[in-house]
């Protein structure tokens, strides 16, 4: 950028002129870059909330949740890139496009886990207890065919929980990420364009 004072004629006459050519130069740029540190700044937040919450639900594997919320917190992942002219940072299950991780009987443990889901009824083919050989003693008549005596003491599954009891685990990065956002974006920002401190 250049300025131009000069003075003029017979008196005193004073001029500034401003060549914009540099400013626009680095105008463009910047808005190049902005892109760039608006992905590194998010991303940064992201990818620390998104590990507490992977750490967080291996250490609550408990019981008959353990396992799913293992391949919940395996599943995470953060991906950039950008959707038409807008740079796009986003985290979730894998694979994110069609509803995270898939339990071994097909369902979204990753939905699951973040809504949780309410009580319901057992499938009829779904066999709650321990089956047994029927026989004159038990009561069940003879002979060898099978029998089914019935432990549970209801045929209602309890439902399940959000991840960490009443917060799912996508909210938990959610909340524990948002407010972190701008300092890291105007951090980027100082970094790239702020000069020295």
């Known amino acids: 950028m250049s300025w131009n004072i000069k003075t003029q004629g017979g008196g005193f006459a004073f001029q500034a002129s401003w060549d914009d050519r540099q400013w626009r130069?680095?105008?463009?740029?910047?808005?190049?870059?902005?892109?760039?540190?608006?992905v590194k700044a998010i991303?940064?937040?992201?990818r620390a909330e998104t590990e507490k919450v992977r750490q967080a639900l291996k250490r609550s594997e408990r019981g008959i949740g353990g396992s799913a919320l293992a391949k919940v917190a395996d599943s995470l992942a953060v991906e950039s890139g950008?959707?038409?002219?807008?740079?796009?940072?986003r985290t979730g299950s894998m694979p994110m496009d069609s509803g995270g991780v898939t339990g071994s009987r097909g369902g979204?443990?990753?939905q699951i886990y973040e809504f949780g889901a309410p009580p319901f009824n057992y499938s009829p083919k779904w066999k709650v207890g321990k089956?047994?050989?029927?026989?004159?003693?038990?009561?069940?008549?003879?002979?060898?065919?099978m029998?089914?005596?019935?432990?549970?003491?209801?045929?209602?599954?309890?439902?399940?929980k959000k991840a960490f009891g009443?917060?799912?685990?996508?909210?938990?990065?959610?909340n524990n990420s948002i407010p972190k956002m701008?300092?890291?974006i105007l951090d980027e920002i100082q970094k790239a364009w702020g000069g020295d401190k």
């Open 25 to 38: 130069a680095a105008t463009k740029q910047m808005q190049k870059d902005a892109k760039k540190i608006f």
């Open 43 to 46: 991303s940064g937040v992201l």
């Open 82 to 89: 950008t959707q038409g002219n807008d740079a796009v940072v």
């Open 108 to 110: 979204k443990l990753a």
């Open 131 to 145: 089956e047994i050989q029927n026989n004159a003693i038990r009561g069940y008549g003879g002979g060898n065919d």
């Open 147 to 160: 029998g089914f005596i019935n432990v549970g003491k209801t045929s209602m599954h309890p439902g399940f």
């Open 166 to 174: 009443n917060e799912g685990w996508l909210t938990r990065i959610y």
């Open 182 to 184: 701008e300092d890291a």
